[in-house]
Structures are given as C-alpha cells and as structure tokens.
C-alpha cells in the first residue's frame, strides 16, 4: 500500500533558474503544460514563460524581479501544475493537495476546481489586483518562533508589523511598511536572530490590503469552479476547501489572512500523510514540514536541476500505486501470435524474483550476523556524519552522545531502509527507539523476514 502522501504547492519565491529543464526531456506532460501556460498567458499580454525556463541562460530570480511580475509568477504555477500532472499520471495519488499562499491557486486547478486556462486568468487577477501596493511594503522572514516574534512586534512598538506567516517552528514572516521591517531587521541583528528580506514588493497577508481583496474578486468574476478530484486544504482557511465553497472570495482573503502552514502539517499528521513532495522548485516548504514533524518523508524533486529525473523516479516509486497503470492503448492490428522467446527477452520463463533481495555486496539481514550489519552500519554513518568509524560504537547515543539530532537521524534511518532492501511495511524506523547503532542492527535483523514494523 503507498504511503500517505500530501503535495505542497509553494508561493512566490519557488524558482530556480533551469528548473523543468531535465524533467521535461522525460515527462512530456511538461512541455504540454507550458506550451498551453504560454498560449493562454499570450491572451493577457504575458510573454512566454517557456523561453525563459528553457532558454539557453535561465535568468536568476533577482533578473526575474526587473521583468513583468506575470512572468514570474507564471513559472511558479507552471512548474507545479506540471510536476503535479506528471506525478498523477505515473500513479501518485495525493491524500491532499496544500498550497501556500499564491500556491493555492496551482493546488486548486490541480484539484480540478478551475481549468488550466482559468488558473492563467487567477494568477494575472492577483497580479493586477496586487499592483497597487507595490513598493509599499514588505516581508521577511525571522528565524525564531511565533510568539517570540510577537514580542520583537511589541516591543518595537511597531502597530503596522504583523505576522504573516507561520511557516515552521522557527520560521515565522513578519509583513508592514518597509521602514518597519527594516528596523525590525535591526532589532533581529541585535538579538542574533536570523533575518531575511523575502522577493516581495509589497506586504502580503496584512489587512491593509483590504482593497487587494475587492479587486480581486472584481477581475475573476465569471470564472466558473467544478466539483474537485483531490482534497485541498488551505493553511490561510486552516480548513479543508468544499465545493460549496465561494473559492474566489477565499483566494481574494488569502491575500490579507496570515498563513498558518505549521497547524496544517500537524492536522495532515495526525491523519496519517507521511510522506510531503513539494511540487515546485528548492525545498522550502519540506523543509519547514520537517522541523514542524520530524519524522516524516519528504520529496523536493525540482530541487537540483542536474537529478531532477531521478528525484521524480523516487517520488513514483515511494509514493506511486504500484498497482496503477495507464489503460493500454486500442490495438490498431489483430493480436499477432507470441513470438518464440527470445533468451533474456519477454516470453521467458524465468524464476520469481525477490523485490526486496538485497544487492550484491550486502550482507543478506535474515542471515547476516549482528557484527556484519554493525560494520555496513559504521561505513554508512561515518561516511555520512565525517566520524571517525571507531567513535561510532555498538551502544553510543547518537543524539546524547554523539550530537546527531533527529533530523540526520531520520534522513540515516531511510537510508537504512533502502540500503538492507527493508521492505516498505518495515520502514517505520523510530529515531527514539533506534537511538543507537546497535539498536539499528538489531532492527534490520528482526525486521529482515518482511515482517511490518509493530
């Protein structure tokens, strides 16, 4: 059974020049989805976004910033609207879909509520609705959690400063008048906190927006929505959108409500999504759904240009229906009969293979002593952590002793799993249960038979 898995679908910032490049020389769907974001962009006086993902220099996103705000943002939707497309069709079926802030417009086309050519529409409304406020404020973000940001905001004394988002247990983005965020910049420095200026000219999620909203709705009128194919839940709404739902009026109130994404990644948990895949560029949004639960699986498949296939091949294959299929395509011909065998060929009759046999040069875990797995284990994490392998013994504490916290913990357990060829029932590696190298060995070995995790 495939793992629970929701596709988070990134706001205004998720670019990354050469994005798609690699992807879409394996994935038609993505040539397909950009040539038509191109067709329908042209209606609004968009240039095309094609040439600028796939020319032969993609400008960096500070370049993307002096060119028409459209254009941007249509890359943004385009990447994601593809990734998805690509996804569900090699069998990935998404428990639920959350977009964060401009990210909510991709997920509900994603989810059917409006068509390709709609979505297009949306993305230009925003823009224009938005054009008022540029140069008027800002955003940034501050590396400590909500409530301490709220003291920073009250002890600036700084009324127009408000909290825009809650991305992550330290991550939270403060929005107001740029001469507010610079002096709350200031008082950051002061306290030794991470600060950061977002690529935003203006003060998204702040109710002085108000006029934004009324815009909005007035450019997107007539847009018809459908009944939606996937769930989609919305950080800003804290709720899961229905069909009854007015979408076009709570996309308008997206633009001055806070976005509260650590309270819908804990709601997905406690549902049972382990698995999160950001469906557009870098990782910033698995990354704050991993500090917000650590554990879980994450997939930024658009993250490094150079293995974006091979990213994608792990989110099909972790997170896909391996019963799904294509239908297969009408015969044009009558069935020809079976061609003899061919040695290696289709039509041999060859043993049943063992998915999960290990690969050669691992020790077999059902028979594999505990030193055997112990020394694999060592190589692993001394590789990974740059420790010594003598330091790495049976009964160390890797987060006590040796400082290894949840996070490598975790990303070392998967590794595991993939390294013994544990199967997928059996991938429920617990970090404070398997605190040490000996506890791991012990796992893999009791585990070896197939038998799930209990």
Known sequence: MPRRTAFLFPGLGAYSPGMLAQARKDH??????LDEIDRLSAEHGVPPVSEVLFGAAPPAIDEMMDRPAELLQMAIFGASVATHRLLVDAGVRPYALVGHSFGEIAALVCSGAFTLKDGVRLVCARSEALKEWEGRGAMAAVGADEELVGHLIGALDESDLVIGCVNGPRQTVISGPVDAIERAGKAAAALDLFFTRLYLPYASHHPSMRGAVTRFIMLTEGIGQHPMD????????GRRYADGDDLLRLLGE?????????????QLHARGVTGYVETGALKALTRCAELTVPGITTYAPLLDPERESEALRSVITDCGDSTWAPPPPPPSTPEAAPAPAVEGGEGDEVDEVDEHEPAPGIPEPASADREAVLGRLREL???ALEYPPDLLTA????EAELGVDSLKQTALLTRVAEEFKLTE????????ELNSLGA???HVIAHADGQAVR
Not at 230 to 237: D, W
Not at 395 to 398: I, K, M, Q, R, S
């Open 28 to 33: 038609t769907q993505v040539t397909e989805t």
């Open 395 to 398: 009964d160390a504490l890797l």
């Open 254 to 266: 997206c633009l001055v409500l806070p976005v509260r994404f650590t309270d819908t990644v804990r």
């Open 440 to 442: 791991i060995a012990d």
């Open 381 to 383: 994490y001394g590789q």
């Open 425 to 432: 029932g059996s991938r429920g590696l617990r970090i404070l």
């Open 230 to 237: 996937h769930p989609v839940i919305s950080p800003i709404h």
